[in-house]
């Protein structure tokens, strides 16, 4: 049967092949969430591995944050740019829970974040998430989890106002925007709890750090460090 199975398989990737979601090129026998080629040429941040980095300084100016990190860059036009809207916008959930495991590999080699016990993914309004059928977010910190072997807490964070998208915003506008759209729910759960908070992509941070500040002042006890998948590099690129 597995001889079948595998035919089968093959024939399928012959009509069908997968294909590259950054490249679009076709995805080889051994390819995992990117091709060979694109993964060597992924743009890194480097910052897994790195206490004071970019991002770290810009958010520890605003709040007390254990650690920073954020794994790529986020590059206008460039085929990363569509691999991320195509899990923010396009229902390829499952792609992000793969580089959620991808990025929390990396996690998991540093040091820094050995003493994470618990992983929040920052939340969507229940609208939001209704419309779109899933958090990126979640799917993002499911794999992150899996690769740090901590789990995932659900039903602490909640977004309590359906704020205007950021999106097309200026700086300024952005903090306003996410002023108090954050609660804390059951914060017992949380207490004394190393807390590693997960969002797909930084701008400016001030969703970030709103969600941040709302874990805070909710459980003043427990260390908080940030984990995005991607920032621009124009902003954040500095060693680059």
């Given at each position: 049967?597995?001889?079948?199975?595998?035919?089968?398989?093959?024939?399928?990737?012959?009509?069908?092949?997968?294909r590259?979601?950054?490249?679009?090129?076709?995805?080889?026998?051994?390819?995992?969430?990117?091709?060979?080629?694109?993964?060597?040429?992924?743009?890194?941040?480097?910052f897994?591995?790195?206490?004071?980095?970019?991002?770290?300084?810009r958010?520890?100016?605003h709040?007390?944050?254990?650690?920073?990190?954020?794994?790529?860059?986020?590059?206008p036009?460039?085929?990363?740019?569509?691999?991320?809207?195509?899990?923010?916008?396009?229902?390829?959930?499952?792609?992000?829970?793969?580089?959620?495991?991808?990025?929390?590999?990396?996690?998991?080699?540093?040091?820094?974040?050995?003493?994470?016990?618990?992983?929040?993914?920052?939340?969507?309004?229940?609208?939001?998430?209704?419309?779109?059928?899933?958090?990126q977010?979640?799917?993002?910190?499911?794999?992150?989890?899996?690769?740090?072997e901590?789990?995932?807490?659900?039903?602490?964070l909640?977004?309590?106002?359906?704020?205007?998208?950021?999106?097309?915003?200026?700086?300024?506008?952005?903090w306003?925007?996410?002023?108090?759209?954050?609660?804390?729910?059951?914060?017992?759960?949380?207490?004394?709890?190393?807390?590693?908070?997960?969002?797909?992509?930084?701008?400016?941070?001030?969703?970030?750090?709103?969600?941040?500040?709302?874990?805070?002042?909710?459980?003043?006890?427990?260390?908080?460090?940030?984990a995005?998948?991607?920032?621009?590099?124009?902003?954040?690129?500095?060693?680059?």
């Amino acid at each position: 049967m597995s001889i079948l199975n595998d035919l089968v398989a093959g024939i399928g990737r012959l009509l069908y092949p997968e294909r590259c979601p950054v490249c679009g090129g076709e995805m080889r026998p051994g390819d995992h969430v990117v091709c060979t080629r694109c993964r060597y040429e992924v743009p890194l941040t480097g910052f897994c591995d790195k206490s004071y980095n970019p991002l770290w300084e810009r958010l520890s100016a605003h709040l007390p944050i254990e650690q920073a990190s954020a794994f790529l860059y986020f590059l206008p036009g460039s085929g990363w740019r569509g691999l991320i809207h195509r899990f923010k916008y396009f229902e390829a959930w499952r792609l992000a829970r793969d580089m959620g495991v991808w990025y929390g590999h990396c996690l998991r080699e540093s040091s820094l974040y050995a003493s994470v016990d618990r992983i929040v993914a920052v939340p969507l309004h229940w609208r939001k998430r209704l419309a779109r059928g899933y958090n990126q977010a979640e799917y993002l910190a499911d794999g992150i989890a899996r690769s740090l072997e901590v789990p995932v807490e659900r039903r602490c964070l909640r977004r309590i106002r359906n704020n205007p998208s950021q999106t097309h915003r200026r700086r300024e506008e952005r903090w306003d925007n996410v002023e108090g759209i954050f609660t804390v729910k059951h914060p017992e759960r949380l207490k004394g709890r190393h807390l590693l908070l997960v969002d797909d992509v930084l701008t400016t941070g001030a969703t970030l750090l709103s969600c941040a500040e709302a874990i805070l002042r909710a459980v003043p006890d427990c260390r908080l460090s940030i984990a995005v998948l991607a920032v621009p590099e124009h902003e954040f690129g500095l060693d680059r």
